[in-house]
């Protein structure tokens, strides 16, 4: 395979110089952000998006709201679903308290996903046969509608990929109103996580005759659950 | 290798004749074109995110030799395994490679362009591997045998009939061809290959230089599969597909999302900085980064060309252009079809014989020029590749002979006089209604579908030399 030191030299030559050792220039150039003159409507405009995208949402201040938004939304189905399927409900290592609360009043066990079980390949089954799985998130980006999460050893990445119903719990703070604010806090970050995974809304294609379709490969269902406390 | 066995003007004329083709390609470029507006409209400064995106784009390719150093710097300290390959064949035996040392079996692939360019599939299959494209519509031509007809709706031929009777051999029962069943069909089989799957293979949008980190777009969450599940990664890059940092990311990926479907963001954007931790519970252990020169750097040393390679393949141009809406893509017979198609082919292959044709495949009416989100000249990088192919003297024969005769009357006044006067005797077997109609060869090629006016009674040098006479009369 060619050596990186003359593929590089062979680009500087037809760039006419020899290799760069010092880096460029920063770039030069302004774009005007999106900015919401009130950020107390940036939970409202977040979730208006969101739904807008075909996901399910809702604002709560409390435990007792969430316990009613999600039997609201999932009746008494999580108790059929365990009852065939002890893993069922799959979630990271921990959510926000209040989740983790109303799960218990609700007696819904949550399975976690990083402990399912010791083989990879045993997990992205249970993961694929779960039938919800729950997760927090990092941020959210209240223009584009998206949840913004990021990989860790307390977490997994297939918890939002493979079950057919994907529930995101995120606090109000951790709203932002576009996409560069959320990437300049990564860049903060020093070295970004192995994965940073940006949801908007439900899997998507239009792939035959344009013909919009929801839940190719990811979930079909997706809800959020903004926490402002 | 070739895709078609057809010339050129077979291909054309089929597609001409195909209207499910004309009908289905107007109807996708025309929603793909419309929802761009609505997206860029409700931005309300388009411009300003253009004009940041093409400076962008030009100084990471005027300073590519740096930003592609760092990238490679910074992907190897994390671990990493950077390949570098000249050609196609370059690439293709890394890939091989890298399969055959892990005994893989089952491929699961995202889309990738680069694939598509170096003919992956046909190599890893004849290796007796199973790789499996996994976007619905990459799925689609797969099974079909055909190369993509849009970059970002690779199967926009197909009538959901003609894919279920794609699917059906595989599902073994009839299949209704409605939407809903055709695509519960392709997640439920998917499903069986992304579990299985021994080497994922990706794709890269945008590659971050000061990070080492690998931008994936999708819409459908088959890129998350395949860079989640699979134990071993590999991704396939043009070496141009860099941007310096996370600051220009955002610019890149509102143009990319918006020029592309009208999204604000993609369904899914996935941002890998791999490998993955070693206490992670999913991501690839083992990741590989093919990065994929194919004469990249002979358009970064020409000047004239150096733009083209400021794309961000969102195929914007396509969607606009009035050529590939009356034929679609299969009729330009490369990989990488519409206007930047016909840009890039004949300057990535360098092969005039058989990719001539393209920059003749434009009406230079500029529409590209004006969807393209990151401003490359598209029009103007035709017309000089038109001179490029006329200067390397890869013109038939017959036009040779036309300019050469031309040529010959425009510097023998006396000679084109007389001929004028010939030809307004000649010209009347065959008007009718005050035009020409009709001709011997070459000119019937036009007058098959247009007409021509008539030669003048009085010819431009007559009346100009009366309008002096009567002026010397006048002072």
């Known amino acids: 395979m060619t050596n990186a030191n003359d593929f590089i030299s062979q680009l500087a030559s037809k760039l006419g110089r020899s290799t760069p050792t010092v880096p460029p220039p920063l770039i030069d150039f302004h774009v005007p952000q999106y900015r919401l003159s009130n950020p107390g409507e940036r939970s409202t405009i977040f979730l208006h998006n969101w739904q807008e995208l075909g996901g399910k949402g809702v604002i709560v201040k409390t435990e007792d709201q969430t316990v009613s938004c999600l039997k609201e939304w999932f009746g008494d189905l999580p108790l059929s679903w365990i009852k065939d399927n002890p893993q069922a409900i799959l979630a990271w290592d921990s959510l926000p308290t209040l989740a983790e609360t109303a799960f218990s009043t609700l007696n819904w066990p949550l399975a976690r996903y990083t402990m399912a079980a010791p083989d990879p390949r045993e997990r992205y089954s249970i993961a694929a046969q779960a039938e919800l799985g729950i997760t927090g998130a990092d941020w959210g980006i209240a223009l584009s509608g998206t949840i913004v999460t990021n990989s860790s050893a307390q977490r997994g990445r297939a918890v939002s990929l493979l079950p057919p119903r994907h529930l995101a719990f995120i606090e109000a703070s951790k709203l932002r109103d576009n996409l560069s604010e959320v990437l300049e806090e990564v860049s903060a970050l020093g070295s970004p996580p192995s994965a940073i995974e940006m949801i908007s809304g439900p899997s998507r294609t239009s792939d035959i005759e344009m013909d919009l379709s929801i839940g190719v490969h990811g979930p079909i269902e997706v809800y959020v659950i903004v926490i402002d406390t | ?475």
């Open chain 2, 1 to 475: 290798m070739t895709m078609y066995n057809s010339s050129v003007d077979q291909r054309v004329d089929a597609a001409l004749a195909n209207n499910f083709l004309r009908q289905a390609t107007r109807r996708a470029t025309d929603r793909l074109r419309h929802n761009k507006y609505k997206a860029t409209d409700e931005l309300g400064s388009w411009e300003e995110w253009r004009n940041a995106g093409a400076s962008i784009r030009s100084h990471v390719i005027e300073n590519l030799d740096y930003y592609l150093q760092q990238l490679i710097q910074q992907t190897e300290k994390r671990g990493v395994q950077v390949h570098l390959a000249k050609t196609p064949e370059d690439a293709v035996a890394v890939v091989r490679d890298i399969v055959q040392k892990h005994d893989a079996k089952n491929v699961i692939k995202s889309k990738s362009m680069i694939s598509e360019e170096i003919y992956l599939n046909h190599f890893l299959q004849a290796d007796g591997v199973l790789s499996v494209e996994t976007d619905l519509g990459e799925y689609i031509i797969q099974i079909a045998g055909e190369p993509p007809s849009h970059i970002i709706v690779p199967a926009m031929h197909k009538t959901r009939q003609q894919v279920a009777d794609l699917f059906e051999p595989i599902a073994g029962h009839t299949l209704s061809s409605d939407t809903p069943t055709l695509t519960r069909f392709v997640r439920v089989r998917m499903r069986e290959q992304f579990l299985r799957g021994d080497i994922g293979i990706t794709g890269c949008n945008f590659a971050v230089a000061n990070t080492g980190s690998i931008v994936m777009v999708t819409n459908e969450g088959n890129g998350r599969m395949v860079s989640t599940l699979p134990r071993v990664q590999i991704t396939l890059m043009g070496m141009e597909r860099i941007v310096p940092s996370f600051r220009e990311l955002d610019v890149m990926l509102n143009l990319l999302a918006r020029s592309a479907t009208g999204q604000r963001l993609s369904s899914y954007t996935t941002i890998l900085t791999p490998p993955r931790q070693s206490t992670e519970s999913d991501g690839p252990e083992e990741f590989h980064l093919v990065i994929l020169d194919h004469n990249r750097s002979e358009i970064l040393g020409d000047k004239t060309f150096r733009p083209a390679l400021n794309c961000i393949r969102c195929g914007a141009c396509f969607n606009v252009c009035p050529v590939y809406r009356q034929i679609g893509g299969h009729a330009y017979g490369s990989v990488y079809s519409g206007p930047i198609g016909s840009v890039i082919t004949p300057l990535l292959e360098k092969n005039w014989e058989k990719w001539g044709h393209l920059p003749f495949f434009s009406s230079l009416c500029g529409a590209c020029s004006e969807a393209c989100p990151v401003h490359i000249p598209l029009h103007d990088l035709l017309v000089k590749l038109r001179a490029r192919k006329t200067i390397s003297g890869h013109t038939p024969q017959i036009e040779q002979q036309i300019f050469k005769a031309y040529r010959y009357f425009f510097t023998h006044e006396k000679t084109l006089r007389r001929a004028l006067r010939l030809g307004s005797r000649l010209q009347f077997p065959f008007v009718r209604n005050g035009r020409i109609t009709g001709g011997p060869p070459p000119l019937s090629n036009w007058t098959k579908s247009r007409t021509l006016p008539m030669v003048a009674p009085k010819s431009f040098m007559q009346v100009w030399a009366d309008l002096k006479l009567n002026r010397k009369s006048s002072e």
